[in-house]
């Protein structure tokens, strides 16, 4: 299994962009990145994911490396409504794959 | 959003009694899961499954059962309740036909075991 690394918590202000990177050094050739999101009191909601060089929504963009032992969540002109946590998954999906979601990255927006 | 639904919302209940949350979807997905959350460990997987009857134990399974007779039903059974099972309890589902793993959330049962 694919373990992953981010920061515990993160301070930003509205307006800026936020950049959360996540470490994957072990990730698999077929695994998959991917970023959920999780208000408080809500389960995590899937904002991004990609498999290798940058992919973009209309929520944020995902940039990996050619080596894909990394992945930056990046978040564009952040709001007070983007205060959550995130978490970065590695993984294929089905089989026997069990997904991991570890603490996440506290990000807090301040006015 | 994906139907995903959980019942109970919130639950009561007293050390030992036996306690059963309920998991529905609509999306006729392949995998579910259930997962707990708690102050300082973030989410852990309990049980999923990947298919009717085809269940397996994640990383947290001991003192939790599941069952799936339906594709759309997945249940979570706590056989005798103890107050370390306390938790926010979280369905997902996915269809990882994509390859990747998306999962869908439900919005959670609070359980509180005196």
């Known amino acids: 299994l694919a373990k992953t690394t981010q920061p515990i918590s993160m301070d930003s202000y509205e307006g800026q962009e936020v950049n959360i990177t996540c470490s994957h050094n072990?990730?698999?050739?077929?695994?998959?990145i991917t970023w959920y999101q999780q208000f408080p009191s809500q389960g995590p909601r899937f904002i991004i994911q990609?498999?290798?060089t940058k992919v973009t929504n209309e929520v944020a963009s995902l940039f990996i490396p050619a080596d894909r032992k990394s992945s930056t969540l990046s978040l564009p002109r952040v709001s007070l409504s983007d205060t959550a946590v995130y978490y970065c998954?590695?993984?294929?999906?089905?089989?026997?794959?069990?997904?991991?979601f570890g603490r996440g990255t506290s990000l807090i927006v301040h006015p | 959003d994906a139907g995903i639904t959980q019942s109970p919302r919130h639950k009561v209940t007293e050390t030992g009694t036996p306690v059963t949350l309920r998991c529905h979807q609509t999306?006729?997905?392949?995998?579910m899961y259930w997962y707990r959350q708690d102050p300082g460990h973030g989410l852990r997987l309990i049980h999923y499954?990947?298919?009717?009857?085809?269940?397996d134990k994640g990383e947290v399974s001991d003192g939790y059962s599941v069952s799936r007779s339906k594709t759309e039903d997945f249940l979570l059974t706590l056989e005798s309740a103890t107050s370390s099972q306390t938790s926010v309890y979280f369905c997902?589902?996915?269809?990882?036909?994509?390859?990747?793993?998306?999962?869908?959330f439900g919005p959670g049962t609070r359980l509180t075991v005196l």
């Open positions: 997902a589902i996915s269809d990882p036909r994509g390859g990747g793993d998306t999962q869908y």
């Open positions: 072990n990730i698999a050739t077929n695994d998959y």
């Open positions: 990609g498999y290798k």
């Open positions: 998954l590695v993984g294929r999906g089905g089989g026997s794959y069990i997904p991991t």
């Open positions: 999306e006729n997905h392949r995998y």
């Open positions: 499954s990947y298919g009717v009857k085809d269940t």
